[in-house]
């Protein structure tokens, strides 16, 4: 492919030639030059960075201009965005803004307490309780906050795992309802002793998740069905499925006939892991391993690298000898696997039974998660404690304010939105672009080798 | 300070206000490229809205806030219909705002996302010190009977759910099949096709009771007048509280098959059949709802006209009560059950629709109310409260 050899002799003066060729190779890397269909996620989001890239600018400059404080700065800008939100719902900011030219205090000083006081309700909800008359109180938000974290960081790892493979995962709602489903019938059908009982729950869970999550990847392996559509729709059935399951006896408490099921059983449930008085279970240590074996998996295994090649570009990957087909079904069995354990996560650990709403958002908000953790192991991690956080703190500041849920909605909705638009966050901030002080760019030396490998 | 002398003091200042946006303002931080014209004519709208709303009176300082008639402080966790369902969740939360009107209580409200959210919202209530936390649906009962036994000083309330017996909760349930059973007999009495129809949102219990209780109506109708009238969609379903197109279908369905009156159990999702009544009315039929929790008539935005009755839970009444008697210390956990003889269920009255319904139907319904009361007339759904 002769436009590698021009970049690479291309003079550092030429930048914005050489700008606009990179960003012309990284279209044709990802289309194989138009012998197949794009990827759902662009390239550059999957940070399938296939080699050392050796970055010679200074570390300050690299931080500034990196993706990670892009991410930083939108969350930054929708708390601002949602303060905002806060002051104008606010009622005594509407009272008072009505003689706002008699008196222009008194409705700042309404706008500025209602955003902070909300947030400081927030922050009380989701770290630590100032107002607590114990030491348990005191610590008990930051216990929730890993608590609720935890679904969102196992589902967001299957949701990233698929990302940096070249899949869209849409589907981590049904494959936690399902991994949920199946966990969940484990635990109270079924009586063993300790120990045992809760390992055949996670295993349970982690093959409905993978079962459910195989079907997308065999589909999309075999006959190319594109896995947003399957996963969307497998969605609608594993909902449904569960309801239908939920309506019939096998899965109702004896004698009534609501859809809810019983109790899972003291043994199929993780233990607290810091004693009874927090809510905070063995799942969020699952969690945690979780994320150790995914870094490993994609940085330093084998099968990592072959993933990783199948979604930088999934010709040059079957060129070099890679199993296309092998790498999408792989990958969706990890990442309903993981999903499967939020549903594990979700019944064996808060939830306690299934019920229809067991997975609640967590299988959209793992998207999210995963798109603003930058589909890296510990991103995605941060970026689950952040939406935990968020969750947890809400329910405060919602009991404690009045603030409306949705506005912690609304902030996590315009985190998105910024992440999705990094030009508005870096117009906004005034940071450079990814490449803009480089000699010899991430770009310019990344996407050559991919490019060369399909030619 | 009169209130003219204002006005004129706030025109006479517009202008700085308004300059003082252009130069201080967030405008100059704007991007090269935005269109500085529209920013500017925007901005003029903007400070306008701002001069015309911000230009009222302000009040003196208060000398100190007037203290409530009581510092007990009611709460009210939802579940994840929020408090906009236009069922339970709804009349729960106004039967509270009603309380804190009447009574002068505090009240704290938290409103669901996900199922997820209970035990959090609930154990937030409690940490604020909730003197009465009234919870709602089945679904939170788990989570009320585990902070009920935790916290044995704080008093709950659920509503609809009757499982759970402890000293500090007390469920507010009802028998709603009797007031569906007078709906399902002025139904019967009204249709001129000879067949009627309901269905539900989800099967569960506090659904599949109206139902129950409707298609009793119908057949005490058929024995007492010899007649025949047919109840369609018992075991229909739409699978969900929110597909109001799904609503619509169903009930084009069952006009099809030639029912006339349809009664929706399934919340919002009534307003799909209503949409389909009133295009087939505009058609040429004559077909009715009748429609549920709620007085119709009264809530829904448009359609009303083709409302029959509707069959009521008075929840905000009950909760409203629970509320006053533990304000006086009299709580208790003897389960309110809304029965035709206590009003907490009903029919509403007929508004539009009075012209329709025969007379001596009006009359046998009074009758039977009374007889359902003294209970000569058994309704039982296997749904009903135990």
């Known amino acids: 492919m002769s436009p590698e050899d021009s970049t690479m002799q ?65 969350v930054l800008l929708a708390l601002i965005v949602g303060g905002i939100l806060i002051a104008a719902t606010d009622e005594e900011v509407g009272e008072t803004a009505s003689y706002f030219f008699s008196r222009p205090g008194d409705m700042l000083s309404a706008a500025w307490s209602a955003a902070a006081g909300a947030y400081a309700a927030l922050f009380q909800g989701a770290f630590f309780n100032f107002g607590a008359d114990s030491v348990q109180r005191f610590f008990y938000p930051l216990t929730q906050t890993l608590t609720v974290a935890t679904p969102l960081i196992l589902a967001g790892l299957g949701v990233a795992v698929a990302f940096r493979t070249g899949l869209f995962n849409i589907g981590a709602q049904g494959q936690i309802i399902i991994g949920a489903a199946m966990a969940a019938w484990v635990g109270f059908a079924v009586h063993l002793p300790v120990g045992l009982h809760l390992l055949l729950v996670i295993i349970a869970g982690m093959l409905g998740g993978a079962i459910w999550a195989g079907i997308a990847g065999i589909l999309k392996a075999r006959t190319g069905a594109h896995e947003v559509i399957v996963t969307i729709m497998l969605n609608y059935v594993a909902i449904n499925l569960v309801l239908f399951l939920l309506s019939t006896p ?13 109790q899972l059983d003291a043994n199929a449930m993780f233990p607290p892991l810091l004693g009874s008085g927090f809510r905070l279970h063995w799942g969020f240590v699952l969690a945690v391993l979780a994320t150790v074996f995914i870094w490993w998996l994609m940085n330093r295994s084998t099968i990592g690298f072959e993933l990783k090649a199948v979604g930088a570009n999934p ?59 930058r589909s890296s192991p510990w991103g995605t991690f941060a970026a689950g404690l952040l939406f935990g956080a968020f969750r947890a703190g809400g329910v405060t500041m919602q009991t404690n304010t009045g603030t409306s849920i949705d506005i912690v909605l609304v902030v996590q909705s315009l985190i998105v939105l910024f992440i999705a638009a990094p030009p508005l966050v870096r117009s906004l901030f005034r940071i450079p672009p990814p490449g803009a002080f480089k000699t010899t760019g991430k770009r310019s030396s990344k996407n050559p080798k991919t490019a060369g490998g399909a030619a | ?117 209970f035990t959090p919202n609930v154990d937030s209530m409690v940490q604020a010190g909730c003197d009465l936390t009234v919870t709602v649906g089945f ?59 309901t269905y539900g949102g989800l099967d569960i219990p506090t659904v599949t009771i109206f139902m129950d209780g409707f298609e009793q109506g119908v057949n005490y109708f058929n024995e007492e007048n010899g007649a025949d009238v047919q109840v369609l969609g018992m075991d229909s379903f739409t699978g969900s509280f929110d597909d109001v197109s799904a609503g619509k279908t169903t009930t084009q369905n069952f006009l099809n098959e030639g029912a006339d009156i349809i009664m929706p159990v399934a919340g919002p999702v009534g307003a799909g059949s209503l949409d389909a009544v009133v295009a087939a009315n505009a058609a040429g039929k004559d077909a009715k709802v009748i429609w549920v929790d709620s007085d119709g008539y009264e809530t829904v935005s448009t359609g009303k006209e083709v409302i029959l009755t509707s069959v009521m839970k008075l929840m905000g009444e009950a909760v409203e009560d629970v509320v006053s008697t533990d304000v006086d210390g009299n709580f208790d956990n003897t389960p309110y059950i809304g029965t035709l003889e206590n009003g907490g269920v009903t029919i509403a009255p007929f508004h539009d629709q009075e012209a329709n319904v025969p007379e001596d139907v009006k009359k046998s319904v009074e009758d039977i109310k009374a007889k359902i009361i003294s209970g000569d007339i058994k309704v039982e759904s296997e749904s009903s409260p135990k």
């Open chain 2, 1 to 117: 300070m009169t209130d003219g002398a204002l006005r004129l003091r706030c025109t006479i200042e517009a202008p700085y206000g308004e300059s003082h946006f252009f130069s201080g303002g967030t405008l100059k931080n704007y991007p090269r490229s935005f269109k500085r014209n529209a920013g500017i004519s925007a901005a003029v709208l903007g400070v306008s809205a701002l001069l015309l709303s911000g230009c009222g009176a302000a009040p003196e300082e208060e000398a100190g806030s007037a203290e409530g008639a009581t510092d007990f402080l009611g709460c009210m966790v939802s579940d994840s219909g929020g408090f906009d369902d236009n069922s339970f969740n709804e009349s729960t939360y106004n039967g509270m705002m009603k309380a804190k009107e009447d009574l002068g209580i505090e009240v704290k409200t938290a409103e669901s996302q996900s199922e997820t959210d």
């Open chain 1, 10 to 74: 291309d003079p550092p003066g030429e930048r914005s030639i050489a700008a606009a060729e990179a960003t012309r190779l990284e279209a044709a890397a990802e289309t194989a030059d138009g012998t197949v269909a794009p990827p759902a996620v662009p390239a550059a989001h999957q940070s399938g960075d296939l080699g050392d890239d050796r970055s010679r600018q200074s570390a300050l400059r690299q931080m500034l201009s990196s993706n990670a404080m892009v991410s930083v700065l939108s």
């Open chain 2, 139 to 197: 679904l939170l009962a788990d989570t009320t009977k585990e902070a009920a036994a935790a916290n044995p000083d704080s008093h709950f309330a659920i509503v609809d759910d009757n499982s759970i017996v402890a000293d500090n909760v007390k469920p507010i349930i009802y028998d709603t099949a009797q007031a569906a059973f007078l709906a399902g007999y002025v139904a019967a009495g009204t249709s001129q096709t000879g067949k009627v129809a």
């Open chain 1, 250 to 262: 096998a899965f109702q408490r004896p004698g009534s006939s609501n859809p809810i099921s019983p």
């Open chain 1, 315 to 373: 010709s040059a990957a079957r060129n070099a000898g890679i199993s296309t087909t092998k790498g999408y079904v792989v990958v969706m069995l990890i990442a309903g696997a993981l999903s499967g354990l939020a549903g594990v996560a979700q019944v064996a650990g808060t939830e306690k039974v299934l019920t229809s709403g067991v997975a609640a958002s967590f299988g959209f908000d793992a998207i999210t998660v995963a798109l603003l953790g």
